[in-house]
């Protein structure tokens, strides 16, 4: 990976196109919320997505056969990327954009530490107080006592938890496991719980919204395309943090889509995480000993639903352009 000014340059665009896409993606999953359940929304986002995995798979020149290595964290991966996607996908459909986006914010601090029993990663003081202080800026955002805390912010605490969880399983198996591997299983497993409740939940889905769940699948292969692009491009250093642009991008959407305006409490809070996650990948780039796992697994949270295949897997676990 080059570390010139001008390839960190096209990392970070790469970056901002990905993360432009992942939030557009994001607008049109709140746009279906109002009328669908999050199950029907993830059961169709998978089924298209199906296609776009087909041809993963028939670049995947490994050997080998779609049995685990690590069955027991495969399985633990697969349920935390299945909860991260109901919840993410709910918590989108009912909570502001910005909130939405503060809250996962966190999983930064949440893979610092759940890295520490996972990975064996040390973590020192400095990390912990940014921990701490994102910690607090999570507590700004939802400001218990004072509004009403929903399920909606439950579901993005969930998300974030397991996103996080799933990222750092990604860095301890993914030397060893197949990509192939690694993606299906929280693919398929989203599939088969989500149409064992489809029939509770359905509704008719004229062609428009068909195809918008369509444009989902679609949107999110892309942004990941984006985002392996950039860290092949730049320094994760550089990439990494151009995830907080979603928050721009949050306020734009909904106040233009949803007549949506984040108060003095999102902003503040969130203001606290980014500040804290940047700290914490600052730290990580600058250790010689550390695992780094947030700059490492700094990408969108795992939600199973789409061949998304996370970007700071070693080169040669993945595909060949």
């Keep these: 990976m080059s570390d010139s000014p001008k390839s960190n340059t096209r990392g970070a665009l790469y970056a901002l196109i990905a993360f432009a896409i992942f939030s557009t993606h994001d607008v049109i999953i709140k746009i279906l919320g109002g009328a669908y359940s999050p199950v029907q929304i993830v059961f169709f986002s998978v089924l298209f997505s199906f296609p776009l995995a087909t041809l993963y798979l028939m670049r995947d020149t ?15 991966r697969t349920v935390a990327a299945v909860v991260t996607g109901f919840c993410a996908f709910y918590a989108f459909s009912v ?23 996972v990975l064996g990663e040390v973590v020192r003081i400095r990390r912990w107080v940014a921990v701490l202080v994102g910690l607090v800026g999570v507590i700004i955002v939802l400001r218990p006592g004072q509004t009403e805390l929903e399920l909606g912010h439950l579901a993005a605490l969930a998300a974030a938890v397991g996103g996080a969880f799933a990222s750092v399983i990604v860095r301890k198996i993914g030397r060893e496991e197949r990509t192939v591997v690694i993606m299906l299983y929280p693919m398929m497993a989203n599939f088969i719980v989500m149409a064992a409740m489809l029939p509770y939940v359905y509704e008719p889905l004229p062609l428009l919204d068909l195809a918008r769940l369509g444009v989902i699948a679609l949107f999110a292969w892309t942004a990941g395309r984006f985002l392996i692009a950039a860290y092949n491009s730049g320094e994760a250093v550089i990439v990494a943090p151009m995830q907080y642009s979603q928050i721009i991008w949050a306020t734009a959407y909904g106040f233009f889509f949803f007549d949506e305006l984040p108060d003095m409490g999102t902003l503040l809070g969130s203001s606290v995480i980014i500040a804290s996650g940047l700290y914490i990948v600052l730290r990580e780039s600058r250790s010689d000993v550390s695992e780094a796992p947030v700059l490492r697994t700094r990408s969108r949270p795992e939600t199973g639903t789409s061949p998304r295949i996370s970007p700071m897997l070693p080169a040669k676990l993945r595909w060949k352009k």
């Design 62 to 76: 490994t050997s080998g056969t779609l049995i685990p290595k690590h069955p027991y964290w495969m399985a633990a």
């Design 95 to 117: 909570l502001p954009l910005a909130q939405v986006y503060a809250i996962i914010f966190a999983s930064p601090l949440l893979i610092t530490v759940l890295a520490i029993p």
